[in-house]
C-alpha cells in the first residue's frame, strides 16, 4: 500500500493506508468486505459497541502503565 494523497498530511495518509490494509485483512480472513448485506442493523451495532469496549479495555491498560510509570519517578 503506497497510496498517497498529496492535500494530506502524512499522519493522515497513514491512517488511510492503514484502513486500506485492514479491509485487505479482513476480506481474506471473512471472505467479505464491509459492503456485507447478511448482518442485521442490530448485529452491527453490536458489533460496533463490542469493538468500542475492546477500545476502552485498550486504553485502560495504557492508562495504568502510565499512572504506574508516573508513580515510579
Do not use: P
Amino acid at each position: 500500500m503506497t497510496e498517497r494523497c498529496d492535500s494530506m498530511s502524512e499522519i493522515e495518509n497513514s491512517v488511510i493506508r492503514k484502513i486500506m490494509e485492514r479491509a485487505l485483512v479482513g476480506e481474506r480472513k471473512y471472505g467479505t468486505t464491509m459492503e456485507r448485506q447478511d448482518l442485521t442493523r442490530m448485529e452491527w451495532l453490536v458489533h460496533a459497541q463490542e469493538e468500542a469496549m475492546d477500545l476502552c479495555v485498550y486504553l485502560e491498560r495504557l492508562i495504568l502503565e502510565e499512572e504506574d510509570a508516573s508513580s515510579d519517578s
